[in-house]
């Protein structure tokens, strides 16, 4: 938890005015060390999956199935590792080295790392109705509100705490109801769903033989695409005496987002290492000794993104 502040409160102290902040030399540096973090990651562009197949009736083994992904999801409820984070717009292509932790419908966390000695220079905390960000170098706390402006102003991606917190987890939940389910297509060896939501649709691509969830895309009323989501490269996990597969490689897609305009966005996150459902895991986030408050939501598109 926060020091000193309840869940839902502001952080107490001073603000600076914003131009002024922006312009330190010490904040050019802090920007500086986030453009070269993990300059040496590992991380690749992945290309998009088309999903196609043959519409099918859904079956008692095809509804199994889809009863198997949820409740995986549902076993799985925090993450705490170590990963390459890749950011791609139209106009940005940065990487990052972060300690990720978050907990399903509670916080997230970044610890962001820079240069070979992997130096933390920024610390993120995404809450339910709030988000701050410590500029570690110049002890300044920015915090705002959490939607989905702000979370593209210091992620680069324009997306839902919810979304993006499951995203990160590497399994779903899929709170849907069988009788949600709208029609089935098989091919090339994988089954697809498609699930009727109150805001449009849902479609999740299902690999049968290791029984994984390894897409899923979002669709408005209008009929268009605004999410998709891939998880590659799975590994087993032993997690409280039980067997779990989770993807080492998840990649966000987002379409025609605001600041940078249409075009794609990405979000790739490769872990490197994690722990599952660690005993006792609490993500806390400590205010540091006399930092100075920035309001978030008056500052424009942060420069490191």
């Known amino acids: 938890m926060l020091d000193g502040a309840p869940r839902s409160g502001k952080l107490q102290d001073d603000e600076p005015d914003n131009e002024d902040m922006m312009n330190k030399p010490g904040m050019l540096f802090f920007l500086f060390l986030l453009s070269v973090a993990a300059g040496c990651s590992s991380v690749s562009t992945v290309s998009r999956v088309e999903w196609s197949g043959e519409k099918v009736p859904l079956t008692p083994e095809l509804l199994d199935l889809y009863k198997d992904i949820g409740r995986e999801a549902s076993f799985v409820h925090a993450v705490d590792g170590y990963a390459d984070i890749r950011v791609k717009t139209p106009r940005k292509d940065e990487k ?20 070979i000695l992997g130096w933390p220079v920024a610390d993120m905390l995404i809450r339910q109705d709030s988000l701050f960000v410590h500029d570690m170098i110049n002890n300044l706390i920015l915090e705002g509100k959490n939607n989905e402006d702000n979370i593209e102003k210091i992620i ?4 839902g705490f ?42 999740m691509l299902v690999n049968p033989d290791i029984r994984v969830l390894e897409g899923l895309a979002l669709i408005d009323g209008s009929g268009r695409r605004t999410v998709d989501i891939h998880f590659r490269n799975f590994e087993e ?23 940078d305009g249409a075009g794609e966005h990405r979000l790739i996150v490769v872990y490197d290492e994690r722990n599952i459902n660690p005993p006792g895991f609490r993500i806390r986030f400590s205010r540091p000794s006399r930092a ?7 500052v424009g598109v942060l420069p490191w993104l």
Do not use: W
């Open 96 to 115: 990052l080295y972060c300690n990720v932790q978050v907990e399903r419908a509670r916080d997230a966390r970044f610890i962001v790392s820079a240069g």
């Open 156 to 159: 680069g991606v324009h997306s």
């Open 162 to 203: 919810n979304l993006l917190s499951e995203a990160l987890l590497g399994i779903m939940s899929v709170p849907e109801s069988y009788k949600s389910i709208e029609s089935v297509r098989i091919g090339s060896g994988k089954v697809s769903y498609t699930v009727r939501l109150r805001s449009g649709k849902k479609e």
């Open 237 to 259: 996990l032993t997690v409280n005496r039980r067997q779990v597969k989770v993807p080492r490689e998840i990649d966000m897609m987002l379409h025609n987002r605001r600041y």
């Open 292 to 298: 100075r408050l920035v309001n978030l939501d008056d």
